[in-house]
Every structure is written in C-alpha cells, then in structure tokens.
C-alpha cells in the first residue's frame, strides 16, 4: 500500500467510520477528530501494514483504538438512558423550539421511526461494557467477520464470541423489557411520542407497518428481531439520512444530559 | 489435588462430597468443549453471571487479584456472601472465599476444549456445630457445572 492509494481508499470507507465512532460516542465533535486522528496515524504508520488483513480492517483498528482510549476514563450510561433524558427534555423548552426549527428549516429535519430506533439503539449500547460494545457495533452494524473484528480489537475470536454472545443477550433483553413495539408491555414509547409531536398529522400505526421489526413483532423470536433492528442500522447513515440533522441535535442533548447525570452520580 | 480430580465419577458433571468431623468439601467436574478462554471469561465477568448461571441470583464487585464481591447465591437468597479473591491466574485457577471457606474453580485445557473443575471446602472448629445448619451444595455444583457448560458452548458454536 502506497501513500497516494490511501486517500482514495480510505475514502469509501470513511462515512462508515465516521458513522462507528458516532454509535460508539454519541458525539458529532469525537466522531470528527477520531476519523482525522485516524486519517493522520495510517498515514504515518502506512509502512507497518503489512496486509495481513483489509485495509479497512486496519483503519477500523486504529480508530477502536482512538475510541477506546477517549471512553475508557468515562463512565458507562445505563440501560434507562432514554427514561432519564426524556424527564430532563419534558422540562427543557429551548430544546423542542430548536428541534422544530430543524424540523422546520433543514432538509435533514424529518422526523422518522425508523431513524429514532437507530438513535435509540446508539444511547442504550452504551449501557453495555466498552469492548461489548465495540464488537456488537463491528459485526452487527458493520458487518465485519468474527475474525475480522478479533483483528480490529486485538482478541481471539473466542473472545469476541463471548463478547457477542453476551452483548447480544444484553440487548435483547433491554429492548424486550423496554421497547414497546416489539412487547406490548414495553415501557418506552418515545418513537411513537415523538413522531406525534414533530408529525401531528401522521398516524403512528401507519407508519409502523412500514417497519418491518414492529409488523412482524409477534411472529418473530427475540433474536430475529434484534437482527431486524441492527438490520436498521445497517441501512441508516446517521450523518446523511433525512432526519440526520434532527436526530444527532437529540443525541447531543441525550449526551450532555448523561455527562451531568453520571458527573452527580460521583 | 481435589477430589473432582481424584475422582472420575464426578468428571461427569455429577458433585461429589466429602466429610470429615471439622469439614466438608464438595466437587464436580465437567468436560467442556469450548475455548479455555470463554469459559474463563463467563466465570469472571461478574455482573455477567447471574444471566447464565441459574444458582446465583445477584453478584456485584469485580472478579480480579485482590477483588471483592458481593454474591448472592439461590442457597440462601437472603445472605449475601462477602468474598474476597484469593488467587487469579488467567485461564487457569480463581479462588475466592471468606474465613469459613474457600472456592476453587480450575480449568485444565484438553484436546476437547477444558476440564472444568468447582470445589469449595468449609470447615473449622466450630464446623460440626453448625454443619447441620448448612444445606448440601450438590444440586448447585451440578447446576452450576451444567449452566457454564451450555453457556461455554453455545458460544463457541455460535455463528454470530
């Protein structure tokens, strides 16, 4: 690999990193500086590739890395985030006059379902442990390999196994307790909420249908719909679909509210 | 050397106990075909364990040289047992106990993946006052053996 094939090449896969380290951080600003911090190490470290895997595979090493080093220090979210930043948003009126101005005004300002349980999956996993995290994100999201995410974090794929195994059986757990459109008695409703607030004028349950985890919720096992729900986040790119702009000004907010929250905790 | 592994009846997953006037060790022992490392995995990573393994109900603390941890076991759901980690070599041998007693987990790897190995002796001078207080812990070992068995296995032949 030669120094001027690395630019181009790096580029098919950089909106896919760029998407990573955002499910990883939940922040717009870290997910920037991590794809150019990690722009700027392969290309100073481009002479130790040595082939043995992709070249995305090693780049994705690298900004692991990064995400590690910059997450490691912080403290875990927990499982009910959502709970916690929906009491803090019900009292916070700059927020909603700033999310219907996006609504409003931007070209990414739609409100979606679909795009809300992509952004909903992104605060709950970082309820998990970080190497959890970073394995479920790397093969369910991504679709790299078993072997190939032991490569990116530098473990045996026994390990990785185990990390996702227990990361799976988290999650759906999580979202069989919580999310109500998977179990009737699911407690968290926000998407179905939210979509009443910034689209009054739609009706929920027409829009479910169109998504195929919550039309096919009684039919299918809980691992069958956990796959239909990383089957979204394959699909979504957080930084470029209709409702980007919408979503990730939620996501600072969810952010922010968890650094103060987990800051009074101690 | 324990008596799981003096003993080859116990090697099926079947628990095995001992007793003398100031003690009582129990054993079992399993063959599991799956990675020393995430059968290790699976008994170290503690607030993971309550999922897998149906004898404990709660455990909190951290599963490391020199930890402590809080374990709350189905023997006796209301008594959280306060336990520190006595030995912690990677793959191989956690101890953990109180001054009662101590638990030894050993994992021997084989060409079928590792011999698993759990066995906890309690005793002391005072023991044969109380030993008839203290429930059996064969159904638990077995339970225990047969949980991180299935867990151990499931995950290694998964595909995901």
Redesign the interface.
């Known amino acids: 690999m030669t120094i001027d094939k690395l630019t181009p090449e790096f580029e098919t896969f950089q909106g896919e990193l760029k998407s990573f380290i955002l499910r990883m951080t939940a922040s717009v600003q870290d997910a920037e500086d991590i794809v150019q911090e990690t722009y700027i190490k392969a290309h100073a470290k481009l002479n130790t590739f040595r082939g043995e895997s992709s070249l995305k595979t090693w780049v994705f090493s690298i900004a692991s890395n990064l995400a590690r080093d910059l997450l490691r220090a912080k403290k875990r979210w927990p499982e009910n985030v959502t709970d916690i930043c929906r009491e803090e948003v019900l009292g916070n009126r700059q927020f909603f006059q700033e999310a219907l101005h996006i609504r409003e005004t931007s070209p990414q300002g739609n409100f979606e379902i679909k795009e809300h349980i992509a952004f909903c999956f992104t605060c709950v996993s970082r309820s998990l442990?970080l190497e959890q995290q970073l394995a479920l994100l790397l093969?369910?999201a991504y679709g790299f390999s078993v072997k190939e995410t032991a490569q990116i974090l530098d473990q045996?794929d026994?390990?990785v196994?185990?990390y996702?195994?227990?990361s799976?059986?988290?999650m759906i757990?999580i979202f069989d307790h919580r999310c109500s459109l998977i179990n009737k008695q699911g407690i968290c409703h926000q998407c179905t909420e939210l979509n009443g607030i910034f689209n009054p004028k739609q009706k929920a349950q027409e829009e479910l249908v169109k998504i195929e985890m919550a039309k096919d919720a009684e039919n299918k096992s809980k691992e069958e719909l956990f796959d239909l729900r990383m089957k979204i986040l394959q699909e979504l790119d957080p930084f470029e679909s209709g409702a980007a702009e919408l979503q990730l000004h939620h996501l600072e907010h969810n952010r922010q509210v968890m650094e103060r929250y987990l800051e009074e905790k101690g | 050397m324990n008596n799981a592994q003096t003993n080859p009846k116990s090697q099926t997953g079947k628990a095995f106990t001992s007793k003398t006037l100031f003690s009582r060790e129990t054993s079992v022992s399993v063959n599991i075909e799956a990675d020393p490392s995430i059968v290790w995995a699976l008994l170290t990573h503690a607030s993971d364990v309550p999922r897998w393994n149906s004898t404990v109900v709660s455990m909190k603390g951290e599963i490391k040289e020199g930890g402590a941890i809080e374990l709350k076991s189905t023997l006796d759901e209301k008594r959280v047992f306060k336990l520190k980690v006595k030995e912690f070599v990677p793959e191989k041998r956690l101890v953990w106990g109180d001054s009662m007693g101590s638990r030894v987990y050993t994992l021997d790897k084989n060409a079928g993946g590792v011999l698993f190995t759990m066995s906890e002796k309690i005793g002391g001078p005072l023991f044969p006052l109380f030993a008839k207080m203290i429930p059996s812990f064969d159904e638990s070992f077995e339970k225990f053996a047969a949980d991180l068995k299935k867990e151990a296995e499931t995950i290694q032949g998964s595909k995901k």
Do not use: I, N, V
């Open positions: 442990p093969k369910e045996t026994a390990m196994k185990y996702l195994h227990t799976r059986s988290k757990d």
